[in-house]
């Protein structure tokens, strides 16, 4: 699923806050919390169409989309994934959707052998503005590389090509598990979502940050990995890492932050005040 093509549309994957760590907050935010958010800075139209693909029904009687349908997001359907169903009976509501939402990790291996995947990435690279979000796990099936919880890599969507992202990420084993899987595919970024975090994904390569806590990025593009042995403890020279939070913006393609462009009024007094 590899292409040239500058995707018109964007790719968000959001991460709640976990229950264990906040359960008796009461400003924990919800993945759709999240998502809300977002489609309201970006000021999308409440009647869009919007499919939430998962593979349980936990989403019926008032479920976790209650957030959106409570702000007048009512245009929206769910789509049950089961294995060994025509998944061409779908196809339709698909190509209609503004927004569609991977509720749940186990799709990809129901949709791989389908025309689903074909065209959501169709829509992905030519229709403006069309949404990709991944829940939590489900988010991390969008790219073509995928870390399992053992940290062995299997396939994903192919949507995003260019980093391995992880909404499980936490210090420790799973964290070296991320790191070695970047060191052995050096074309990858490592995406680390902490708890109450959304990354959205814009032209295929501008990714931003929005959400209470932080993102971790891991570059070992010019690491020497020529002596690698996969899960030893080596000194690795050139890892670099970033830590991004609300409002950071990322390059995917260089691996750098960009700067944000300074205001008028910033620029009209550093003129100003510049030494002549």
């Known amino acids: 699923m590899e292409s040239t093509i500058t995707p018109k549309g964007r790719i968000i994957i959001i991460r709640g806050n976990d229950k264990e760590a906040d359960e008796e907050s009461e400003g924990r935010l919800t993945p759709y919390d999240l998502l809300l958010k977002i489609l309201t800075r970006s000021s999308e139209q409440k009647t869009v169409r919007i499919e939430i693909l998962t593979t349980s029904d936990h989403l019926e009687n008032g479920g976790k989309d209650a957030a959106l349908k409570k702000e007048g997001y009512n245009n929206i359907g769910c789509i049950f994934l089961r294995e060994k169903e025509d998944l061409g009976i779908y196809y339709s509501r698909i190509s209609e959707a503004k927004i569609i939402v991977f509720d749940n990790p186990h799709f990809s291996e129901i949709l791989k052998d389908s025309s689903i995947p074909d065209l959501l990435l169709k829509k992905y690279l030519h229709e403006e503005n069309f949404t990709i979000a991944g829940i939590n796990a489900g988010g991390m099936y969008l790219p073509g590389l995928v870390l399992h919880d053992k940290g062995n890599l299997v396939t994903g969507l192919g949507l995003v090509n260019n980093c391995i992202i992880d909404t499980k990420f936490r210090h420790g084993k799973r964290f070296t598990y991320l790191v070695d899987a970047v060191i052995q595919h050096q074309e990858c970024l490592a995406i680390g979502i902490n708890a109450g975090m959304a990354f959205i994904i814009e032209k295929g390569y501008r990714a931003s940050c929005m959400g209470n806590s932080s993102v971790m990025v891991v570059n070992a593009r010019n690491v020497n990995n020529k002596c690698s042995k996969k899960r030893t403890s ?3 020279k050139n ?10 913006v990322f390059d995917l393609f ?17 003129k100003r005040n510049a030494i002549q």
């Open 239 to 248: 890892l670099r890492g970033h830590i991004l939070t609300e409002g950071s």
């Open 234 to 236: 080596v000194y690795k």
């Open 254 to 270: 260089s691996g750098e932050r960009i700067k944000k462009p300074l205001l008028p009024d910033t620029l009209n007094f550093i």
